[in-house]
């Protein structure tokens, strides 16, 4: 089956830092998602990664598709206490609509 | 637009009791999905529906179920309860499953915590 691993699963940064999260799949991927949690709320849609070696960004936040579409990164440049919380990608397999989601990075940032 | 509303935001059940939590999506979104997100096992997918059809289903006992009404809103029910169904049960709507060749992006609720004593 697919396997996906999101590492790391915590970073503690101090502010100001940068910050990566990674997601590394065994096989292609039709699409990524990538997701923020903050403490105590739900899920948000950061965004969505369809073609290979796509790269979007979001103000500080860089996101990254692979070229083989396998892998997969969010990269946070300066963090700030705004962006704690935990990160989530979240993919579909071949023909799948069904969305999982990683494990998640849980990001937190020292003032 | 209201987003997605989830109820009850709080539940406490007894172990073999049965609980039904109910979630409307967003008007227009016909798509719903149940998710349960303990500290543990992260965020774990359950079922999907849209037009009241289960499109997708995860690997979770039978003791879970759902169902989705012709105004595409939706219910789980779990039944004979244990210990470990203590979670936050998130419930996120779409538009459809997919769109243009991607899929659609999700839109949780608030999410119903429950706890099993």
């Known amino acids: 089956g697919q396997q996906v691993m999101q590492i790391p699963q915590y970073q503690h940064v101090q502010e100001g830092e940068d910050f990566t999260t990674y997601c590394n799949s065994s096989t292609t991927l039709s699409n990524i998602q990538w997701y923020k949690q903050r403490p105590g709320g739900h899920p948000v849609f950061l965004i969505q990664l369809v073609k290979s070696g796509e790269v979007k960004k979001q103000k500080r936040l860089t996101f990254q598709f692979g070229e083989a579409k396998k892998n997969s990164s969010l990269h946070i440049t300066a963090t700030q206490t705004t962006d704690v919380g935990t990160y989530f990608c979240?993919?579909?397999?071949?023909?799948?609509?069904?969305?999982?989601f990683g494990k998640g990075t849980k990001l937190s940032v020292i003032p | 637009k209201a987003g997605v509303t989830q109820t009850p935001r709080y539940l406490i059940k007894t172990r073999g009791q049965q609980v039904t939590l109910s979630c409307s999506p967003i008007s227009g979104h016909r798509s719903v999905s149940w998710y349960q997100q303990t500290p543990g096992q992260g965020l774990q997918f359950l079922f999907e529906?849209?037009?009241?059809?289960?499109?997708n289903k995860g690997n979770f006992p039978g003791r879970f179920s759902g169902r989705q009404f012709s105004n595409s809103r939706s219910e789980m029910n779990v039944s004979t309860l244990e210990l470990g169904d203590s979670a936050l049960y998130l419930c996120?709507?779409?538009?459809?499953?997919?769109?243009?060749?991607?899929?659609?992006?999700?839109?949780f609720g608030n999410g119903t915590r429950l706890t099993v004593t």
């Open positions: 979240a993919y579909s397999g071949a023909g799948s609509y069904q969305l999982t």
């Open positions: 529906y849209f037009s009241e059809t289960q499109r």
């Open positions: 996120a709507s779409r538009i459809r499953p997919s769109g243009q060749g991607s899929n659609s992006p999700l839109h």
